[in-house]
C-alpha cells in the first residue's frame, strides 16, 4: 500500500524532521534527505498505523451497530401512558 499525503502535509512533516534534527541530533539535515526519510517512514511505518486505524475504527462500528437497539429503540404505542402522566401531574 502506498500511502500519499497532500503537498501541504509533506511539507510540514519535512520541517518537523528538520526541526527534529536541528533540535535533538547534532547534525541538521536539509530538504531532500528530510524528505526521504519521510518516504521512508509513510512506507515503512505507514501502514502499521493505517492498519490500526482503520481496526479502531471497525471496532468502534462494531460497537455502536451491536448497541443499534440502544442507540435508536423507541418505545411503541407511548400517547396514552405519557397523556395519562400528564393529566396526573397537573392534578397534583
Do not use: H
Request: hydrophobic letters at 40%; a negative charge.
Amino acid at each position: 500500500m502506498n500511502i500519499e499525503i497532500s503537498k501541504q502535509s509533506r511539507a510540514a512533516g519535512i520541517a518537523s524532521i528538520k526541526r527534529y534534527f536541528e533540535e535533538n541530533l547534532s547534525e541538521p539535515i536539509g530538504d531532500l534527505p528530510a524528505g526521504l526519510l519521510l518516504n521512508f517512514f509513510l512506507e515503512e511505518v505507514g501502514p502499521t498505523i493505517y492498519n490500526q486505524a482503520i481496526a479502531d475504527g471497525q471496532a468502534r462500528m462494531q460497537q455502536r451497530v451491536a448497541d443499534l437497539n440502544g442507540e435508536l429503540y423507541a418505545d411503541e404505542f407511548q400517547y396514552w401512558q405519557r397523556a395519562d402522566a400528564r393529566r396526573k401531574s397537573r392534578r397534583s
